[in-house]
């Protein structure tokens, strides 16, 4: 289902868009089988059209049923974005699809929380994990709770796949 802001009604005011969204009206496709959601993506939204862009501030968060990776127990993690900014070329080659004066701003909310989603759900950075298991388990480096360090997690994993 799209998130719709229509452009001419922008151009006479700004709006403020409040909502969830369900996640099979978000559609996330990723496959994580530690990872759900079954939560609605939460938006708030201020949007103004600043010339040639279309501005978008706000926060948006979900959240997430996770597996543990090391001890199996099922947990929740809320994924928020706070601030989340989006500034939207309105003309140019990076412009998106405009249908009857409206942009869809849905995939880039899809986009920007995915991009925030764990790669290694941990408990707690505590967790030792199950005793029971391999070493190769608990040899796993400690994952950061915190959402904000995802993409320097994500960096890492880039160079230990080399
Ligand atoms: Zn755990």
């Given at each position: 289902m799209p998130l719709l802001i229509n452009l001419h009604r922008l151009e006479e005011e700004d709006l403020h868009l409040t909502g969830e969204l369900s996640p099979a009206e978000v559609n996330y496709e990723f496959e994580d089988?530690?990872?759900?959601?079954?939560?609605p993506l939460l938006y708030d939204l201020d949007i103004s059209n600043s010339g040639d862009n279309l501005l978008v501030q706000g926060q948006i968060s979900v959240q997430l049923a996770c597996e543990c990776v090391r001890c199996l127990k099922p947990f929740q993690l809320t994924v928020a974005l706070d601030p989340w900014d989006l500034l939207l070329p309105?003309?140019?080659?990076?412009s998106p699809e405009i249908v009857d004066d409206c942009v869809d701003i849905l995939p880039y909310l899809r986009e920007d929380s995915l991009l925030e989603f764990p790669r290694h759900p941990v408990c707690s950075v505590e967790c030792k994990g199950l005793?029971?298991?391999?070493?190769t388990i608990s040899a796993t480096p400690a994952t950061p709770s915190?959402?904000?360090d995802s993409s320097a997690w994500s960096e890492l994993n880039k160079l230990k796949l080399k």
């Open positions: 089988e530690m990872i759900r959601v079954e939560s309105l003309i140019g080659e990076d005793n029971m298991e391999p070493p915190e959402a904000e």
